[in-house]
């Protein structure tokens, strides 16, 4: 697993992806089925906002709506 440098990530990202290099955070995490993927901070909110839109897609699709 590569870590992002300090620099890619700041000091509180780094920190974060620090921890979850770790074996044991590594292990709890499989045990739940979490995949971990380790990336910038931009390339994680890319993701979340790509993953967001996709699923909105699909419930717009299916009809949902709240009340």
Known sequence: MQI???EDTGPRSHAFVTAMATP???ESMQ???NVINLTSPDAAAKFFRDEKEKYARVVRAAG???T
């Open 64 to 66: 949902v709506t709240v």
């Open 24 to 26: 044991d955070v590594q």
């Open 4 to 6: 992002a440098s300090r």
């Open 31 to 33: 045990k739940q089925g």
